[in-house]
């Protein structure tokens, strides 16, 4: 059972415009959501991650957006440059904490087109 | 700062061979957790290790183990491999207390012909 579910699957978005990333949950003991960007033949890197204390964070031209009830959040590039032409993926932890347990979305395909 | 190094990068073995992954931990880090990742898909969690011992596992068989020496490095090691074991291995560093954040290493490829 996929424990996080994310969409699209895939993302084509034009130079300067927003690409959005959706994930949602069941388990209500996820308490870290990161979200992850991969480049082919690379490890995912962490991107930006947020805490369900607070319902949006934004570092730079990337930000999450948390919605606690829905048990959803998303990831928002602005300005979406082709450099941004990657793998996404959102993940979610629960406590304790000293346990790195992930669960990650299946991810998506982002194409930044000049 | 290396960050997360792995070895190999690539490996090929054939049906009901051993394998053996290796993992050195970003600087400062003493947890490890290793993933798999098939392609097209996210990264599954294997086990983590942290103290020397297996600490939290996924859901994955006891084929799959592991060890972590005194210097915080790893290693993972797949017994009988399976044509499904084929995928990208991950290993991921942490600084316990630190909540939640990882860094991921590279990966090692392995091929099960």
């Given amino acids: 059972q996929q424990q996080v579910k994310q969409s699209p699957q895939s993302l084509i978005v034009q130079k300067g415009g927003i690409s959005i990333i959706n994930c949602a949950y069941e388990n209500t003991a996820f308490d870290y959501f990161p979200w992850y960007q991969q480049f082919p033949g690379k490890g995912p890197a962490l991107l930006i991650a947020i805490r369900p204390d607070v319902s949006e964070k934004k570092e730079g031209r990337f930000t999450i957006s948390f919605n606690k009830s829905a048990k959803q959040f998303s990831l928002h590039i602005m300005d979406s440059q082709p450099g941004d032409s990657a793998t996404y993926f959102c993940a979610a932890k629960e406590v304790p904490t000293n346990i790195n347990q992930f669960y990650f979305g299946t991810g998506t395909s982002l194409t930044v087109i000049p | ?113």
Avoid at chain 2, 81 to 93: E, I, M, Q, R, V
């Fill in chain 2, 1 to 113: 700062d290396a960050g997360v190094t792995q070895s190999p990068t690539h490996l090929i073995k054939t049906r009901g061979q051993q394998v053996t992954l290796r993992c050195s931990p970003k600087s400062g880090h003493d947890t490890v957790s290793w993933y798999q990742q098939a392609l097209g898909q996210g990264p599954q969690f294997i086990f983590q290790y942290y103290e020397e011992e297996e600490r939290q596992r996924g859901n994955f068989p006891d084929r799959f183990s592991g060890h972590q020496y005194p210097n915080y490095s790893s290693e993972l090691n797949v017994n009988a491999l399976l044509l499904g074991d084929s995928a990208l291995y991950l290993c991921a560093s942490s600084e316990k207390g630190r909540k939640g954040e990882q860094f991921f290493g590279p990966g090692t490829r392995l091929t099960v012909l």
